[in-house]
């Protein structure tokens, strides 16, 4: 997977993010968690088009580091919401499934890029 497929990828989990938001409860337990995972979601893509414009090794290795724990971060907030019975299994696996990828995919260039 090349910068701009992942780019695209981590955008359309921003958007889906955004969509899963959308259709949690009013209530004060959905919209306390959704706030928190449409901040973490939406994290994801920012920062990973952050982190191609790193001006540094560095820079970038950091951003990635960060782009890899909103990620994680979202994926609790998805279990949460399943969990907690605030929605559907069903409703919410895939995109918990897409979270965990992305962690998996960011640790991995991370790691690949220290190495190097």
Excluded at 107 to 113: D, E, G, I, L, N
Aim: charged share 30%; aromatic share 4%.
């Amino acid at each position: 997977m090349n910068e701009n497929e992942l780019k695209q990828r981590t955008k359309q989990f921003s958007l889906r993010v955004i969509k899963l938001v959308g259709a949690l409860p009013r209530s004060v337990e959905g919209r306390t968690v959704g706030n928190q995972l449409v901040r973490s979601g939406t994290s994801v893509g920012a920062n990973y088009r952050a982190a191609c414009r790193g001006r540094s090794k560095a820079e970038f290795i950091a951003k990635l580091g960060t782009v890899e724990e909103e990620a994680d971060e979202s994926a609790f907030w998805m279990e949460i919401i399943i969990e907690s019975g605030l929605m559907e299994k069903k409703l919410v696996e895939n995109l918990l499934q897409e979270a965990n990828e992305i962690v998996a995919i960011i640790a991995a260039s991370r790691k690949s890029a220290s190495r190097h």
